[in-house]
């Protein structure tokens, strides 16, 4: 079985330009996270997905990310402008449909590294 | 905040058990108790999860005290490859999100 798949894998920009993220999540995954983790810290949630709607963007900084999953599927998110502290490493995560009893284990992409200059 | 405590790092020789502590004080009676590790330069990828009772897979044990409220992750055969970040979660029965924490670097000694 084909796992999370993300690219680029890594991304060098400067600050107030513009970069965008793709994710394939596995076959059949309803779920689809979007998580970043800043060097020395845990993944945090930025925007949740359950097919092509929007479940949680609660900690989605709105002003300058954005993300979508048009067809329920593969996912984009973009940053613009970036800012420095967006250095960090962009990270996908996709699960079967939630709610299922037992079905809950999240599987991750090996994530895009973000360098903004 | 991840309602977890863990500590930072912890050290292991090769081929010892390893037990990873985790403190949730204040757990819910319907919380489960999720464990992810994430290798050097990967996503963090599952290990374990429970509600009370004490788990096993190939992977490692989960161990849950009576009260709830502390866990142990037990790796029964430490290897070079065990060396990782392991996150202690919390997980109420009704999300299925997850909260990670800074989780506990742990170092294999050959």
């Known amino acids: 079985e084909a796992g999370v798949a993300q690219s680029p894998r890594y991304k060098i920009i400067e600050k107030r330009q513009s970069v965008a993220f793709w994710c394939n999540p596995i076959s059949g995954h309803a779920t689809l996270y979007w998580y970043q983790q800043i060097l020395g810290q845990g993944p945090k949630l930025l925007i949740q997905?359950?097919?092509?709607?929007?479940?949680?963007d609660s900690q989605l900084p709105k002003d300058r990310f954005s993300a979508e999953r048009l067809k329920g599927v593969d996912s984009t998110l973009k940053i613009q402008p970036a800012k420095l502290e967006d250095s960090a490493v962009y990270l996908c995560?996709?699960?079967?449909?939630?709610?299922?009893?037992?079905?809950?284990?999240?599987?991750f992409g090996p994530g895009t590294r973000l360098t903004v200059t | 905040d991840a309602k977890t405590t863990q500590p930072n790092s912890m050290e292991s020789n090769e081929e010892e058990p390893v037990h990873l502590p985790c403190n949730h004080s204040?757990?819910?009676?319907?919380?489960?108790i999720h464990w992810y590790r994430q290798l050097p330069s990967q996503g963090p990828e599952y290990v374990i999860h429970?509600?009370?009772s004490n788990v096993n897979n190939r992977m490692a044990s989960l161990a849950i005290a009576e009260d709830r409220k502390s866990s142990t992750l037990i790796l029964h055969r430490a290897t070079l490859r065990d060396a990782a970040v392991y996150y202690c979660i919390r997980r109420g029965a009704g999300s299925y999100q997850l909260t990670f924490g800074k989780g506990t670097k742990l170092s294999v000694i050959p």
């Open positions: 995560a996709s699960t079967l449909l939630i709610g299922l009893a037992g079905v809950h284990e999240q599987y």
């Open positions: 429970g509600l009370t």
């Open positions: 997905f359950q097919n092509n709607g929007v479940v949680d």
């Open positions: 204040t757990i819910s009676g319907t919380d489960y």
